[in-house]
């Protein structure tokens, strides 16, 4: 499978905000065609989802605990999704990552994923 690269995250503190980035990029493929979502891995928990948006970029969904907080959008044209978190707080720390909504629906396996840090 393709791998997605996800980049963006770091340290802040509570209250601030971070655009997160997903993109692949090697190989040809039919990006356009699957709904993409973000999730998040906290330490010792499971992951979970936090927010999606249909193929086409015009439906969103998120999860209660990020709405009206984060953004999900997407750019077919660079095959690329954005996550863009705004006041965030300590319950937001995790590893992020991005893939098909529902994940492994299509072709990319898990990547790295980016550390999201928020200090109180």
């Known amino acids: 499978q393709v791998q997605l690269v996800e980049s963006g995250g770091g340290l802040v503190q509570a209250g601030g905000s971070l655009r997160l980035s997903c993109a692949a990029s090697?190989?040809?493929?039919?990006?356009?065609?699957?709904?993409m979502g973000w999730f998040r891995q906290a330490p010792g928990k499971e992951r979970e989802f936090v927010a999606a948006?249909?193929?086409?970029?015009?439906?969103?969904w998120y999860a209660d605990s990020v709405k009206g907080r984060f953004t999900i959008s997407r750019d077919n044209t660079k095959k690329a999704v954005y996550l863009q978190m705004n006041s965030l707080n300590a319950e937001d720390t995790a590893v992020y990552y991005c893939?098909?909504?529902?994940?492994?629906?299509?072709?990319?396996?898990w990547g790295q994923g980016t550390q999201v840090t928020v200090s109180s």
């Open positions: 893939n098909t909504n529902p994940p492994n629906s299509g072709p990319y396996s």
């Open positions: 090697g190989r040809t493929y039919s990006y356009s065609n699957y709904a």
């Open positions: 948006t249909s193929w086409g970029g015009d439906y969103t």
